[in-house]
């Protein structure tokens, strides 16, 4: 059943106390949210104090992982966004996740506060669509959202260095990490440290979304994918 009014809500679950806290601070004044270190807590309070429109949670936690999380949150509400946590060793675990459609998105614990920022709201924008709800749009009164955040712009993410701009133009005219090796004279696991630095600078899961932002942002040109 669709909510008349615009759903803000965002529930975070980690077991890192210090985490939780640390994303308290940042979503302070933007957001309304909910905190649990306890995934089985978090059932509790998605379907007792819900609907959120978003679950931020951490990969690994005792007795339920984020994935399994997911799916049981799933089951009460079809249209919430889940967004995986993850260190920067499991990227490859949350990438797959992504793939098989089992999470929305995912944050590294290292990701840019602005950057959060700006995946919840376009968390909250999805749920609300899906749900038949009032569409969230820059200025809109009934946003709960303290500021209205801006498009994506350069100014929101942090600047890439001279070799991951390399690495980056090369990723666009389909390069393996094979050829980006060879051709930058640097080796195949530099090659891989300088994708993963690209996917967290720029909030994406995959090469393919590397080069479709980079492009919206003016990084590199549409003729390099051609």
Known sequence: MAHSAV???????????????SMR?????????????????????FEYQGP??????????????????????????TNVQRIMLTGH??????????????????LTKRTPTVSIRS????????????????????????????????????ENYDPLTVKEKEVLALLARGCSNGEISAKLNITVGTVKSHVSNLFGKLDVNSRSKVIAKSITLGLIKNEFTE
Not at 7 to 21: G, H, P, Y
Not at 29 to 44: C, H, M, N, R
Not at 53 to 61: G, K, N
């Open 89 to 106: 060793a499991e990227l490859q675990m949350a990438i797959d996740a992504v793939n098989h459609g089992k999470i929305n998105a995912f």
């Open 52 to 77: 959120f429109a978003a679950v931020i949670s951490d990969y690994r936690m005792p007795l339920m992982n984020g994935i399994e999380l997911f799916a049981r949150l799933l089951a009460l509400d």
């Open 7 to 21: 759903i803000t809500r965002i529930l975070i679950v980690d077991d890192d106390e210090k985490f939780l806290a």
């Open 119 to 154: 995946v919840i709201v376009e968390a909250i924008r999805a749920y609300n669509r899906d749900a038949g709800n009032v569409l969230l749009s820059k200025g809109n009164p009934e946003s709960h959202i303290r500021t209205a955040l801006p498009e994506a712009t350069l």
């Open 25 to 45: 601070r940042i979503m302070q004044g933007y957001f309304e949210i909910v905190t649990t270190k306890d995934p089985i807590q978090a059932l509790k309070l």
